[in-house]
């Protein structure tokens, strides 16, 4: 299994972003999906985790309301929709993939990403 993360960027705040995360090798479907994020010196953080049929999503409270994971098992790709960034948003941002739970830990995902870096200024 291989993910590749794409959509990062520089933003004002308050702006969007759309990240992409296509999946090659293994079954998408039959994955849970998971959006992490580190910034510098920090540990890798919840954002957000979607069922493998999409039917139920999660959330960090700090980015709950704001952004918005989905997923096309047509296509192997799930998605963040970040709307509203913020400068403590900044960060490098990873998907995962994972047959374990809770999909909130990072530890029970067994695929990463290499990352896309997000930057939100001022």
């Known amino acids: 299994v291989k993910l590749l993360e794409s959509g990062g960027g520089l933003v004002q705040a308050g702006g969007s972003l759309k990240l992409s995360c296509a999946q090659s090798?293994?079954?998408?479907?039959?994955?849970?999906m998971g959006w992490f994020r580190q910034a510098p010196g920090k540990e890798h953080e919840f954002v957000a985790a979607?069922?493998?049929?999409?039917?139920?999503?999660y959330y960090s409270d700090s980015v709950k309301g704001r952004f918005t994971i989905s997923r096309d098992n047509a296509k192997n790709t799930v998605y963040l929709q970040m709307n509203s960034l913020k400068p403590e948003d900044t960060a490098v941002y990873y998907c995962a993939a994972t047959q374990r739970f809770p999909v909130v830990d990072p530890s029970r995902y067994d695929y990463w990403g290499q990352g896309t870096q997000v930057t939100v200024s001022s």
């Open positions: 979607i069922s493998y049929s999409g039917n139920h999503t």
């Open positions: 090798g293994g079954t998408f479907s039959s994955y849970a």
